[in-house]
């Protein structure tokens, strides 16, 4: 049964990201809180004890909504919520939090990148905390906010490798999430430097990784080759390498190496994880042998990922 609660006495959750954007907040509490003055409050609010208040777990802007009206009347038909009382532990309530608030929201690829790193954070606190995960993280997230776990891969990258300027404008949507996973392979101030170019996309990032890979002859080994240098050469010619093409990939291929790449990247964000935790071990020599050994398996998934690349 809710239980009616003072809204003097219940705060905002300091982990709802969503409320960062004001302006867009600000817009919503207002047309809620003229709603309300006019046909009175029709829902309820689901809330978690913290000591002698309580913290919202969802309903902050209906919440918000309410208190304006109670400022802006003085009626105190306002000052008192409908609460569902919540006794899960902090980090399940994190969950519900983003999770409920991305349910009530139009899904931008940055409210998405911001509610799976939220994500990411609670799952690892929970398994940090002794929790036994039933799964992979990428899993478990995908499960919550109903992405593929490729998909959930791709944002990860961006997550863990991209510069706050490629997420930045991933946020702002002025390039794609294809695109930021692209960029964020490079060192930092590559991606910084990238991401201001106009009108910026995955076929442009692809050139400039070629480029970026191929090795620059110095210019004094640079000369203009003319047709008379290969006459009476057919013996050389025979050890010559035979001329490959570049290969076609089918969009089967090309979705078979685009999920593989999206768990290598996964690979290498939980690999990070457990060597974070590892570093608390009691034992520090048995610690650092296996965090060589850690650092050594990234490096071969990161060859792996240039390979495929």
Do not use: W
């Given at each position: 049964?809710?239980?009616?609660?003072?809204?003097?006495?219940?705060?905002?959750?300091?982990?709802?990201?969503?409320?960062?954007?004001?302006?867009?907040?600000?817009?919503?509490?207002?047309?809620?809180?003229?709603?309300?003055?006019?046909?009175?409050?029709?829902?309820?609010?689901?809330?978690?004890?913290?000591?002698?208040?309580?913290?919202?777990?969802?309903?902050?802007?209906?919440?918000?909504?309410?208190?304006?009206?109670?400022?802006?009347?003085?009626?105190?038909?306002?000052?008192?919520?409908?609460?569902?009382?919540?006794?899960?532990?902090?980090?399940?309530n994190r969950r519900r939090l983003i999770i409920d608030n991305l349910l009530q929201r139009e899904l931008t690829p940055g409210l998405k990148m911001q509610a799976i790193e939220e994500l990411q954070k609670a799952y690892r606190d929970e398994k940090e905390a002794g929790k036994k995960l039933p799964g992979r993280i990428a899993y478990l997230i995908a499960n919550d906010i109903h992405l593929s776990k490729s998909q959930v891969g791709t944002y990860q990258t961006v997550i863990n490798k991209g510069s706050d300027?490629?997420?930045?404008?991933?946020?702002?949507?002025?390039?794609?999430?294809?695109?930021?996973?692209?960029?964020?392979?490079?060192?930092?101030?590559?991606?910084?430097?990238?991401?201001?170019?106009?009108?910026?996309?995955?076929?442009?990032?692809?050139?400039?990784?070629?480029?970026?890979?191929?090795?620059?002859?110095?210019?004094?080994?640079?000369?203009?080759?003319?047709?008379?240098?290969?006459?009476?050469?057919?013996?050389?010619?025979?050890?010559?390498?035979?001329?490959?093409?570049?290969?076609?990939?089918?969009?089967?291929?090309?979705?078979?190496?685009?999920?593989?790449?999206?768990?290598?990247?996964?690979?290498?964000?939980?690999?990070?994880?457990?060597?974070?935790?590892?570093?608390?071990?009691?034992?520090?020599?048995?610690?650092?042998?296996?965090?060589?050994?850690?650092?050594?398996?990234?490096?071969?998934?990161?060859?792996?990922?240039?390979?495929?690349?």
């Amino acid at each position: 049964e809710p239980k009616t609660i003072d809204i003097s006495l219940i705060d905002a959750d300091e982990h709802n990201f969503y409320a960062a954007d004001r302006e867009k907040e600000e817009k919503r509490t207002q047309l809620l809180a003229e709603e309300i003055m006019e046909v009175g409050f029709r829902s309820v609010i689901e809330v978690r004890p913290v000591g002698s208040r309580y913290c919202v777990i969802a309903g902050e802007t209906r919440l918000a909504a309410m208190k304006l009206a109670y400022e802006q009347t003085k009626n105190p038909q306002f000052q008192f919520i409908p609460c569902y009382v919540q006794e899960d532990d902090d980090i399940q309530n994190r969950r519900r939090l983003i999770i409920d608030n991305l349910l009530q929201r139009e899904l931008t690829p940055g409210l998405k990148m911001q509610a799976i790193e939220e994500l990411q954070k609670a799952y690892r606190d929970e398994k940090e905390a002794g929790k036994k995960l039933p799964g992979r993280i990428a899993y478990l997230i995908a499960n919550d906010i109903h992405l593929s776990k490729s998909q959930v891969g791709t944002y990860q990258t961006v997550i863990n490798k991209g510069s706050d300027a490629v997420k930045e404008a991933l946020k702002n949507e002025t390039i794609s999430l294809d695109t930021a996973a692209k960029i964020s392979s490079l060192p930092k101030e590559e991606q910084d430097e990238l991401v201001q170019e106009e009108d910026l996309n995955k076929d442009k990032v692809n050139s400039y990784l070629k480029e970026r890979k191929a090795p620059k002859a110095p210019m004094e080994e640079i000369q203009e080759m003319s047709i008379y240098d290969y006459l009476d050469e057919d013996d050389e010619m025979e050890e010559c390498d035979e001329y490959v093409e570049a290969v076609e990939l089918s969009d089967s291929d090309k979705k078979l190496l685009h999920e593989v790449l999206d768990n290598l990247n996964y690979y290498i964000t939980e690999l990070e994880c457990d060597k974070t935790r590892i570093s608390a071990m009691e034992n520090k020599d048995i610690a650092d042998q296996v965090r060589e050994g850690i650092s050594e398996l990234i490096e071969a998934i990161e060859e792996i990922n240039e390979i495929i690349q």
